[in-house]
């Protein structure tokens, strides 16, 4: 008996113990741009735009040279990111879906991440974070792929691929550019979209202060259309059309991730908060005048300007401020990373292509996160292996680049490494054998599929 208060105090100790550690797992938010040129911010060598938060970012932190994204379009790269794996593996390959109509109207409707897959905010629920999404989901608009269904506790955004900053004086007829508070209570905005997500999401931090947290926001800028606050533009006098509202919109999500950065060093939280800037894939020069510099090409394709994009990551005490990390990596790393800094057992994550970072980050492992990385969309794919890169087309012979010695790729080596080229191809090739068939590259109409997981199909000519 009179060890029944030692055994008591022994009880009480270890479950205050556990609660202090449960408190003690870093928050996490990823702050996602879109369509951002590669070398649109200071951190990446602009002298023109003003990004003086991120730039802080990035000293007190590291920066990723080789970061690398999915897939070189937004809906895709959302859906490897989001869950840890190459999203061709799943049949997400791309960004519309042609020759379908969803009973709505939309094909925006039918292009989600099948429900058999898990999200990184359901793998962080099982770790007790609070969630929440805020912005351009773009990764399904039907109900069963609504945010609040795919791990999220909290959304404030929108769930097609592109809408106006400013408040729609008309009620929009798609309901995925309609703006939408939890599940289905469409309401628009009163500002500038890109400050209101962020005024969102420190609403979230605030409510959840006490509690570890995983916050996405998934800006639209700098997408199309080419919306710039008039305050904003005035920064810029001597740039004119779309160069002027571009930097004009990246100095407002600039403003807008600081806003969430100092709200975290007003309640003492920016010590214990992994913060991530990053991008969907690269800038499409064409549409929104970024700029990708020093590589070559641009969204929408397999060239290094259409999937390196900028990538910072800061964790204070745990990742050494004004660094860099030269090895290529992933936005599919992000998963892994986040839920081993959450106290997960990354050993119990199966069947992923991402790696947990850490490690990596902090030297205890020398080698490469990844000796080969794949790139598909329908006929065209790429794939980089070590620092040789081979790019395949349709319409034409396959190109090959050293990346390290041709960073802008402009030196096509295929005709001087012809076994280079075969044993590469075949590679790519071998991968494609793993991979899901595209769920919406179809040719004909059909009758009926099915809704959950989206692989069969009944055509209406008879044929499966």
């Not at 870093?26 to 991120?54: E, W």
């Not at 030269?326 to 599919?332: A, G, H, K, N, V």
């Not at 030196?411 to 090739?429: G, I, M, T």
Request: with cysteine; proline share 5%; glycine share 10%.
């Amino acid at each position: 008996m009179k060890r029944l208060p030692y055994l008591l105090f022994f009880i009480f100790f270890n479950l205050i113990g556990f609660q202090a550690f449960a408190q003690e797992k870093p928050n996490i938010i990823l702050l996602f741009s879109d369509d951002a040129g590669y070398a649109d911010f200071g951190f990446q060598g602009s002298k023109i735009m003003k990004t003086p938060n991120l730039d802080q970012l990035a000293r007190e932190g590291v920066k990723f040279t080789q970061g690398y994204v999915s897939a070189s379009v937004c809906g895709p790269s959302r859906a490897g990111l989001l869950t840890g794996k190459y999203q061709q593996r799943f049949g997400f390959e791309e960004n519309n879906v042609p020759g379908y109509m969803s009973a709505s109207g939309l094909m925006g409707d039918e292009m989600g991440i099948p429900l058999d897959q898990q999200t990184m905010a359901n793998y962080l629920k099982k770790l007790d974070y609070k969630t929440a999404f805020y912005g351009k989901w773009h990764l399904g608009g039907a109900d069963r792929f609504h945010p609040l269904k795919r791990g999220f506790d909290e959304f404030y955004g929108f769930r097609g691929g592109a809408r106006s900053y400013f408040p729609y004086k008309n009620i929009p007829k798609s309901h995925l550019d309609k703006l939408e508070r939890g599940f289905g209570n469409f309401q628009e905005h009163e500002g500038y979209l890109t400050d209101v997500l962020a005024d969102e999401a420190n609403a979230f931090i605030e409510k959840n202060k006490e509690n570890p947290f995983f916050i996405m926001v998934s800006f639209n800028a700098v997408h199309t259309p080419m919306d710039a606050d008039e305050g904003d533009l005035k920064q810029f006098p001597s740039l004119e059309g779309n160069r002027k509202k571009v930097a004009a919109m990246t100095l407002a999500l600039d403003r807008a991730c600081g806003k969430i950065m100092d709200k975290l060093k007003a309640l003492g939280l920016d010590e214990n908060t992994i913060i991530v800037f990053t991008n969907d894939n690269g800038g499409p020069t064409d549409k929104n005048a970024s700029i990708n510099k020093p590589l070559s090409g641009t969204k929408s394709n397999h060239l290094e300007g259409g999937i390196r994009v900028p990538f910072l990551m800061k964790w204070e005490g745990k990742i050494k401020a004004n660094s860099t990390y030269d090895f290529p990596i992933s936005t599919l790393d992000l998963l892994p990373t986040f839920f081993s800094a959450g106290g997960g057992k990354t050993d119990e994550l199966k069947d992923l292509d991402g790696v947990d970072l850490l490690p990596f980050i902090s030297g205890d492992k020398k080698d490469r996160p990844h000796q080969v990385l794949y790139w598909k969309k329908e006929a065209r794919g790429a794939i980089r292996n070590g620092d040789w890169k081979l790019i395949r087309f349709p319409d034409r012979p396959a190109e090959l680049y050293n990346i390290e010695e041709d960073l802008s790729e402009q030196n096509n080596l295929a005709a001087a490494y012809p076994e280079k080229v075969k044993a590469l191809y075949k590679q790519l090739f071998e991968w494609e054998l793993t991979l899901e068939r595209p769920l919406w590259q179809l040719k004909r109409s059909f009758e009926k599929y099915d809704l959950d997981r989206m692989d069969t199909y009944k055509h209406v000519d008879g044929q499966e």
